[in-house]
Antibody
């Protein structure tokens, strides 16, 4: 079955760029019914959807982060990536990648999820 | 933006039934998913499309969605069910995903 694994620096300096990659195994990022998503969770808090990238390169982002987020997909490596610019301490969180599945025009779910990676923003 | 509201915590005795609500404007017009997150672990999908259980999810988990409220029910709650539970809805027009704030279920 599909498995996801996040990778990237665990410590990023304030005002710099957070960069993470999610490697997909057991499936293909080119699958037409999958949308490759990022979600984050600040320590002790709830889940926040960041956005998704489709195999074609199309993206959609949470409006609250849209001005600072960029996502891309690399089909040759079966990976997709997240960049978050101009980070602050408020961006400290566990970052998860997940596959968003869709059925029809109004059904979706996120499954599976990666194990998550903690990114701390330091001053 | 679309808000989903969950109670912060629910307590239940072992073997009893736990109900977790998720409220949102006309939520019944959308499809809802539920995720379980045990301490230190990633979220796991336990309900999709309002009431469907993925393979491997125990039958004691059930759910419904109508009006402004979706409900996750855990029947015969076990200590392993102690976890945070999150509801999720989708604005299919804007392709935006929304999560509830999460409910911590304590089994005692």
């Amino acid at each position: 079955q599909v498995q996801l694994q996040e990778s990237g620096p665990g410590l990023v300096k304030s005002s710099e760029t957070l960069s993470l990659t999610c490697s997909v195994s057991g499936g293909s990022v080119s699958s037409g019914d999958s949308y490759w998503s990022w979600i984050r969770q600040p320590p002790g808090k709830g889940l926040e959807w960041i956005g998704y990238v489709y195999f074609s390169g199309s993206t959609n982002y949470n409006p609250s982060l849209r001005s600072r987020v960029s996502m891309s997909v690399d089909t040759s490596k079966n990976q997709f990536s997240l960049k978050l610019y101009s980070v602050t301490a408020a961006d400290t969180a566990v970052y998860y990648c997940a596959r968003e599945m869709r059925r029809g025009s109004n059904v979706n779910w996120l499954d599976p999820w990666g194990q998550g990676t903690l990114v701390t923003v330091s001053s | 933006s679309y808000e989903l509201t969950q109670p912060p915590s629910v307590s239940v005795s072992p073997g009893q039934t736990a109900s977790i609500t998720c409220s949102g404007d006309k939520l019944g017009d959308k499809y809802v998913c539920w995720y379980q997150q045990r301490p230190g672990q990633s979220p796991v999908l336990i309900i999709y499309q309002d009431h469907n259980r993925p393979s491997g999810i125990p039958e004691r988990f059930s759910a419904s969605n109508s009006g402004n409220t979706a409900t996750l029910t855990i029947s015969g709650t076990q200590t392993v069910d102690e976890a945070a539970y999150y509801c999720q809805a989708w604005d299919s027009t804007a392709a935006l995903v929304f999560f509830g704030g999460g409910t911590q279920v304590t089994v005692l």
